[in-house]
């Protein structure tokens, strides 16, 4: 039986998300399209339950930074970024009592988590407009899934996790 | 020009890159073709900071980190022996000088990194932190 604080569930429910409604209030960075800096509503809320308060702070800047953040070839966070990211995190679980996934941003403007199983190897997902490149270390194993795979990723990723 | 094995080279570790809340560095800091490093042989690790810094710091909560360092022959070897989904992948690394203007010392490895070959080469990285007295406020007033 696993112990209490190794139990599998979301650190803090989605509806009891309690940030001062000011950090709601996103400054859309300058972009060449309000389509592709727009944040879903939701996702802020869904960053902030599933991945601490960190990774949250984090997203808040990646959000803000515009095209050409990290040199000429550097991307904004797309749209569909965002919406996948959203996907992921919905159906992720993630084991309460260790570190949480560190939220990172690829200087093409892809959402990066990154995170340990038990055994200490590495799981990596970095999210894309059209689904995820993932890596899971233990498995030896590195592939991409289209948008609608990723809930069955998620699965795969709490597997490997566990 | 091909780098020699003997070389030594920096990669800048921004907060895109790095959480400190629980140390990891991001395996994209190395992922993808063109990865840009610095070359210790042209700067001194002591005076990269500084040029590092200039160039990355241009947003506000983006700030330089650490310096990730690793040996010319390493980064090779770590290539050539990487193994994904169970075959041998025998990526042919290498780093090219590339001086700009803002950084002569710097270099590129041109070669496509995938996630798993950017993990294994974060592993091998001796990590430098900020020096003592160096602070990201400093830094900020050189830019």
């Known amino acids: 039986m696993p112990a209490l604080d190794e139990t599998l569930e979301t650190r803090v429910a989605i509806g009891q998300w309690l940030a001062p409604q000011t950090t709601l209030q996103w400054t859309i960075p300058h972009v060449t399209s309000w389509m592709e800096s727009s944040v879903p509503p939701e996702l802020p809320g869904i960053v902030y339950a599933k991945l601490g308060d960190a990774a949250w702070q984090r997203f808040n800047d990646f959000s803000r930074w515009p095209d050409g953040w990290a040199g000429p070839h550097s991307h904004a966070v797309a749209w569909g970024t965002y919406q996948n990211l959203g996907k992921f995190l919905s159906a992720a679980r993630f084991v309460t009592g260790r570190p949480p996934p560190s939220l990172f941003v690829t200087d093409d403007g892809m959402l990066e988590l990154s995170w340990e199983a038990r055994d200490g190897s590495t799981i990596n997902v970095t999210l894309t407009p059209e689904g995820a490149d993932f890596f899971i270390e233990a498995r030896g194993e590195e592939a991409h899934v289209q948008s609608e795979g990723l809930g069955e990723l998620a699965e795969r990723c709490h597997q490997a996790t566990a | ?143």
């Open chain 2, 1 to 143: 020009m091909r780098l020699p094995r003997e070389e030594q080279v920096v990669r800048a570790i921004c907060s895109d890159k790095f959480d400190r809340s629980n140390g990891r560095v991001s395996p994209s800091l190395f992922k993808g073709p063109n990865t840009s490093v610095s070359r210790l042989a042209v700067i001194p690790l002591s005076l990269q900071w500084r040029k590092l810094a200039a160039t990355v710091q241009k947003l506000p909560g983006r700030k330089l980190e650490q310096l990730g360092e690793i040996g010319v022959g390493p980064l090779e070897d770590l290539g050539l022996n990487y193994v994904a989904n169970g075959i041998p992948m025998k990526v042919a690394l290498s780093v090219v000088d590339d001086p700009l203007p803002t950084n002569e010392a710097h270099a590129v490895i041109p070669e496509n990194i995938t996630a798993g070959l950017g993990s294994a080469i974060c592993r091998a990285l001796k990590f430098h932190e900020l020096p003592e007295g160096f602070s990201p406020e400093q830094i900020e007033r050189v830019r």
